[in-house]
């Protein structure tokens, strides 16, 4: 932009912002506990979804303390279904460094707000601008978008020298002490009407000084990297029912992916492995804490596929018959068992993973709602 157009920018994009915004319910709030949930809910989400999602989670965790102070299971049923497990497990770890560290109430300078677990420079960013007012400009996708055509800029965002000439540019049109307002209304530019793909220039309040739709460029910025191929995995999946009618369920590891959740007992599988040397292979794992009636598996497997954000999950499930008809853990002890047997028509009492939903699908057994 010219500088002329770049000192009247803030003006006509907030002026834009009043009328054009639409009512998200974290909007009608100055409570910071509660715009660091919309901001952690919103990564790699669809607004749509984090909306619902955001009044589901603070209905069950109305207050930072409420967060602090539940079981992580409770946590992770409220989040089932949304994905990226981690930012559940990080905000109640955050939640409770927050009351231990200071006193319950979120601080407001991001450089405070970064040492907190799951929260990032953008995070820190958006939750001190937006709550707190403080003059800090946040750049997420949509600001990176708006940002690259503007200017022109045609380098990759995620590269560093890039991003830091982005966030050079957005120190410069920060209008002091409307931070909170600034910042949100660039991300709704970037949503309603500088869009991915097909812009609405038409629309633009700042159409007039975008160098992309000067130069025709407007579909082609910003630069996208080649998409690499999506690696697959292959696993076997057991299906334990006992004559109850209950299937057998494993709890994943603490952390790391779907950390936390319940799921069907799985392994991968090694290299050139059959599906049969697979599920014989997981049997024997599970020696001693789930007995299996000779002749373990039932019928033919069935195959189920999942989609994670950089993989995805090839898995044979096999039908198999549990020797006893008993509802207590088998294995592990205290608050984290290594399996327990689960009635289908109440397995939504704990968060499960959403590829176990599929299985649950395909066997005929009514998954939860969600």
């Known amino acids: 932009m010219k500088p002329d157009q770049e000192r009247r920018f803030p003006e006509t994009l907030l002026a834009w912002y009043g009328g054009a915004q639409r009512p998200l319910p974290w909007r009608r709030t100055r409570d910071p506990y509660r715009i660091w949930i919309s901001e952690v809910l919103l990564q790699q989400t669809r607004v749509e979804t984090a909306t619902a999602y955001y009044l589901r989670f603070l209905q069950r965790f109305p207050s930072l303390r409420r967060l602090a102070e539940a079981d992580m299971e409770s946590v992770l049923q409220v989040w089932q279904g949304l994905g990226y497990y981690g930012r559940a497990r990080n905000l109640q770890k955050a939640a409770q460094a927050v009351r231990e560290r200071f006193d319950g109430k979120l601080p407001g300078d991001p450089e405070t707000l970064i040492t907190l677990p799951g929260i990032g420079p953008y995070t820190a960013a958006a939750v001190a601008s937006i709550a707190f007012n403080r003059d800090v400009f946040t750049i997420d996708g949509n600001v990176k978008r708006v940002l690259a055509r503007l200017y022109a800029i045609r380098g990759n965002p995620e590269l560093p020298a890039v991003r830091k000439r982005m966030e050079t540019i957005g120190k410069r049109l920060l209008p ?38 000067e130069q025709g460029l407007e579909e082609r910025l910003p630069v996208r990297p080649p998409r690499a191929a999506t690696p697959v995995r292959k696993r076997v999946v057991a299906a334990i029912r006992n004559r109850g009618g209950r299937l057998y369920f494993v709890r994943r590891p603490p952390e790391g992916l779907l950390g936390g959740l319940w799921e069907l007992p799985g392994l991968d599988m090694e290299k050139r492995e059959s599906g049969k040397q697979g599920i014989e292979r997981l049997i024997l794992s599970l020696n001693g804490r789930v007995l299996i009636e000779s002749g373990p598996t039932m019928g033919r497997p069935f195959l189920v596929e999942h989609t994670y954000s950089h993989f995805q999950e090839r898995m044979l499930v096999f039908r198999c018959r549990g020797r006893k008809d008993t509802g207590s853990v088998a294995g592990g002890s205290g608050k984290n068992p290594i399996g327990r047997w689960h009635h289908p028509r109440n397995i939504g009492k704990v968060p499960i993973t959403g590829a176990t939903r599929k299985i649950l699908r395909g066997l005929d057994t009514k998954p939860p709602p969600g």
């Open 176 to 213: 002091r002490g409307r931070a909170r307002d600034f910042n949100q209304a660039m991300m709704e530019l970037g949503a309603l009407v500088c869009k991915p793909g097909r812009s609405l220039c038409p629309a633009c309040p700042v159409s007039p000084g975008c160098r992309a739709r």
